[in-house]
């Protein structure tokens, strides 16, 4: 069974054309000019036993947590930022990816878009869980 990143980073790799995607710890050359751009983080927010039973054939739960930051150029106001956030969260909303339910969805997650340099931040907070039996990540 892939990791929940692989799963994730392959499809999202594969439905979205609209701006570039930079994942965790990629190299990423910005541009002389600001151009918008989305930056992805995929966290785990750890697993537990969910039933108990036959050694080997247990199911577990894995939390995780997706941060998309939308970057859009300074000064050029948030809109654009949630629009493209919209149409990120739509990728996934209603959207099961193999074993992998996504729960909840913010744009903004409580707290203003945030400046980095040229760049401003606008970021799309997506959690869910993934379900899994033991013999499956070990056969």
Known sequence: MPS???????????????TDLVFENEEY???????????AE????GSSQDTFGDPGNN???EGFGIYLHVMTPNGAGSQRARQIGGRLELLFRE????????RSFSIGAGEPGRTFG?????????SG????????LNP
């Open 29 to 39: 050359e910005l541009p002389g000019i600001p151009t918008e751009f989305v930056y």
């Open 59 to 61: 199911e577990w739960l």
């Open 4 to 18: 929940a990143f692989d799963e994730f980073h392959t499809y999202l790799t594969a439905s979205w054309a609209e």
């Open 95 to 102: 959207q099961p990816l193999g074993a992998m339910w996504f």
């Open 118 to 126: 040229n760049y401003f931040a606008m970021t799309v907070a997506i």
């Open 42 to 45: 995929f966290v785990s927010d």
């Open 129 to 136: 869980d993934r379900r899994n039996r033991t013999s499956q």
